[in-house]
């Protein structure tokens, strides 16, 4: 196995991983911002108010995109699969 291969693996591996984490980092930085905003207006500070929403919008985008994550995941280990053979032959 070359050093160029194990870099493009590694740097597909990595762009993966970024797709799939893309949308639940984005949603939970929105809606923290949103909370943030909503607790500085009203002077609440409960942690409860900040980590409740979260999960729960959390857990509804992970309904939502979870088959597109699960599809991304699959096309990503097939495609290594798939790779093997080429890989151990460099």
Request: avoid cysteine; glycine fraction near 6%.
């Amino acid at each position: 196995m070359s050093p160029g291969s194990v870099i493009t693996v590694a740097e597909h591996a990595i762009w993966t991983a970024l797709w799939l984490s893309l949308p639940l980092l984005g949603v939970a930085l929105v809606v923290g911002v949103l909370v943030s905003i909503f607790q500085a207006a009203t002077q609440i500070n409960e942690m409860t108010l900040s980590f409740v929403p979260k999960v729960l919008v959390l857990a509804l985008v992970g309904v939502i995109a979870g088959p597109w994550m699960l599809q991304l995941m699959m096309s990503y280990t097939t495609h290594l699969f798939q790779q093997i053979p080429q890989l151990i032959s460099q």
